[in-house]
């Protein structure tokens, strides 16, 4: 395995101006295994793509770049997992990704003929972050076998944007691109769905979550961390450890202190 | 550097108690009632928002599935199919096998009329064509006919789809045995070939769970053994039926077999789980592809040429030298014994004990590279005795393992060390690549190992003492 690649090192101190016309904005994509996301990925930045591995993890990272309306978009084509349970290196790296790294836009692609189960990801995407895009692929597909999916109602339900794509076709992909510039100019309110549990078991959460915003105040989607902790989550727990550690070394040699959260690795 | 700061430590100190906090309040229902809702959810959600227009056509996987996947019918439904299998193969494979024993028969005399015109000394004529040659005459007339059948019938449902079924129902036997659902995928590899599905246990991430597939893979039969499997139980299990009635008979034994394998594969894993591999089950999603009419004659070509001939291929090159070996050892004297009696002398009180006999061991024992050759060996073993016997038919054969004082409880137990015995060679090599563990790898020859030799042990003692035998 190549090493990797030196571009890797986020350009985070765009972000301050990100207002600013000549941004960079970082597109996550996440999505079941066989929903044409990679298809997707290829579509959107074509040769402007390099691979290399996750820093420590054997899984590949993938990464492109594309314009949109003068604006530079680079997209992190993450792992295709079934969940975000941290049960494999590869929803691990999604994981981490979506929390620490915070996309600017988590795209969430889901395969328009198995919707049913592919909704199961986009559901925990949505409980773990706010600037989600479903992109519903693979809709030729969905319309020769008599699928009818009304996206207009999917979206008011789910509260994000909901894009029909057929990516192999470049169908519906200058309507994504336009939906994840709003989104990253922050143009558009999301209200994203979080699902309701039983009473008690929402009682635990909100006594957790108390907690987890007082030690890590809003860096981290509290809610969801303290659903994953509530659930004995050992992989996140130890990556959360292993972030403070990295952060307090940091601290240390540097004698700076901003306001303590988890720190990108 | 000032003081350090002091928010730092706290930050620690605030992780741990959220731990501590979230561990006092978490049961082990959380994570079921977590995944049932997002699925319960994103069904509602979908049925509000999705049409299917052919709802018919969009339908039938789920119908076949609700059947075939069914909590009540999913099983009895497994084990027909099952028993389907192995009755086509032993009904099918009877006649070209003994065709094929007549074939190399009548090839045999012309062979031997060769040897004879050119005044070939006897000693190559006995190593060549009653060692080597007759060996591999049974060993293909044996094994062509069965794998030949049976490899494009199972074939032929993998590409229907159903196998990713028989995943789905076993996943919560595997789950109740404190495992993972992924090992019913690999120990369905394991039919095939355990080497190869000790490699395919890389699915299971988890590492706990991903040893006790590995360590529990030998506990289904192998190309390598099926055919010993099927073999000993249509000689001996269905002895006393004739026709229609005793194919049934033999079917249901080798589905026996694989039955307690099954048993005996969650057993283990059971007892690991509680023991050296403690921990609790992950959950996974498993894909259900959909049902597809498989392309009926490319399957059975390409099941015939890739399984069939490879497994045939690989038994010959391996038996060949082993069978010269073994003809060798049966006529180099040592005393007024051969070499071969010799150790088949030694190792026969043990094997009585198990209800087996000094030969069957020993091939058992050579037969460590590879178990397609413990058959042939075993074969070669007997011939090189002196028994002269011709490859005619399979009542030729079972006489020679009647000669040898082989009775139900011989074959019994032939089979069931065959099927939990120690993984072949290449298998452990495998087991310790994948591993890099002395201790592992040691582990999984000594698990079935003690295994097979307590259950034949204990078999033997009980037909005996019964008087059954």
């Known amino acids: 395995m190549k090493p990797l690649p030196s571009t890797h090192t986020h350009p985070r101190s765009l972000k301050q101006h990100k207002k600013s016309d000549d941004a960079t904005f970082r597109i996550a994509l996440a999505g079941n295994p066989n929903t044409g996301k990679s298809t997707l990925f290829n579509a959107l930045t074509g040769l402007r793509q390099h691979t290399g591995n996750w820093p ?93 999916i009304n996206e207009k109602r999917l979206s008011k339900q789910l509260g994000v944007p909901v894009v029909k794509t057929s990516a192999r076709n470049r169908e519906g992909l200058s309507h994504l691109q336009k939906v994840i510039k709003e989104m990253a100019y922050g143009k ?78 | 550097m000032g003081p350090m700061n002091p928010s730092i430590p706290s930050k620690r100190d605030g992780l741990k108690t959220l731990l501590n906090q979230a561990q006092a309040l978490s049961d082990d229902f959380t994570r079921d009632e977590v995944i049932a809702q997002i699925h319960q959810t994103g069904k509602e959600i979908c049925h509000e928002s999705i049409r299917y227009n052919d709802a018919e056509k969009m339908m039938r996987s789920e119908k076949l599935d609700r059947i075939l996947t069914s909590k009540i019918w999913g099983f009895p439904i497994m084990l027909a199919m099952l028993g389907v299998v192995f009755w086509i193969t032993i009904a099918g494979a009877n006649i070209p096998s003994s065709m094929l024993a007549e074939l190399f028969s009548w090839i045999e005399g012309y062979l031997t009329l060769a040897f004879k015109a050119i005044h070939a000394p006897d000693w190559l004529h006995g190593v060549l064509v009653l060692g080597l040659y007759r060996g591999l005459g049974w060993v293909v007339s044996v094994m062509l006919p069965p794998m030949a059948i049976f490899f494009p019938v199972f074939a032929l449902l993998e590409n229907f789809g159903y196998l990713p079924r028989v995943a789905f129902n076993m996943d919560r036997l595997f789950k109740g045995a404190g495992g993972h659902g992924k ?29 006790m597939a590995i360590l529990t893979n030998n506990f289904v039969p192998c190309n390598g053994r099926w055919p010993t499997l099927i073999l000993l139980a249509s000689l001996f299990m269905a ?17 026996g077999m694989v039955i307690i394998g099954i048993i005996v ?28 009419r498989p392309k009926f004659w490319d399957t059975i070509l390409r ?15 391996i038996a060949a030298p082993a069978g010269v070996i073994t003809w060798i050892l049966a006529n180099i004297m040592v005393g007024d014994m051969s070499v071969l009696e010799h150790v088949v002398a030694f190792l026969d009180p043990f094997a009585k004990a198990l209800g087996l006999d000094g030969f069957i061991l020993m091939a058992f024992i050579l037969g460590l590279p590879a178990n397609e050759i413990v058959l042939p060996i075993l074969l070669m073993g007997y011939l090189s005795t002196g028994a002269m016997l011709e490859i005619e038919n399979l009542t030729e054969l079972k006489q020679l393992f009647l000669d ?16 939990l015995h120690y993984p072949c060679g290449t298998t452990l090599v495998n087991i310790y690549k994948e591993t890099k563990s002395f201790k592992w790898t040691f582990l999984s020859f000594l698990i079935p190992t003690v295994l097979a030799i307590g259950v034949t042990f204990a078999i033997a003692q009980i037909a005996r003492a019964m008087g059954w035998v």
């Open chain 2, 239 to 255: 002895a006393g039926y004739t026709g229609g009635a005793q194919t049934l008979v033999t079917a249901s034994v080798v589905m």
């Open chain 1, 56 to 148: 420590g993890k054997t899984v590949i990272h993938a990464e492109g770049t594309y314009s949109y309306n003068g604006n530079s978009y680079t997209v992190i084509d993450l792992p295709g997992t079934y969940s975000l349970f941290s049960n494999s290196a590869d929803e691990e790296v999604a994981r981490d990704c979506i929390i620490y790294e915070k996309p600017d836009v988590t795209v969430v692609v889901l395969d328009a003929t198995a919707m049913e189960r592919n909704m199961n990801l986009a559901l925990q995407v949505l409980e773990m972050a706010d600037r989600v895009v479903l992109c519903i692929n693979l809709i030729d597909e969905a319309k020769k076998k008599g699928i009818h």
């Open chain 2, 265 to 292: 594969t969650l057993a283990v894993s059971w007892a690991l789980s509680k023991t050296a591999l403690k921990g609790v089950p992950t959950h996974y999603t498993l894909e259900l592809p959909p049902y597809r």
């Open chain 2, 404 to 419: 040898h004082g082989w009775t139900w409880l011989t074959a019994l137990n032939m089979m069931l060390f065959s099927l």
């Open chain 2, 183 to 211: 090992q019913s995928l690999t120990m369905a590899m394991g039919f095939g070939c355990n080497a190869a599905a000790i490699m395919s246990t890389r699915i299971i991430e988890s590492p706990r769970e991903r040893m």
């Open chain 1, 188 to 265: 558009i309110n999301t209200n994203p769905y979080r699902i309701r549990y039983s009473d008690e078991l929402e009682e635990k959460i909100s006594a957790i979550e108390e907690t987890v915003l007082s030690t890590f105040g809003d860096r981290l989607p509290s809610r969801w961390v303290a659903l994953r902790l509530l659930d004995g989550d050992q992989s996140l727990i130890d990556s959360l450890q292993h972030r403070i550690e990295l952060r307090r070394k940091e601290v240390g040699a540097h004698g700076t202190d901003e306001p303590l959260y988890p720190v990108e690795a």
């Open chain 2, 303 to 317: 099941s015939t040429l890739d399984k069939s001939l490879f497994v045939l291929k690989r038994a010959i090159i």
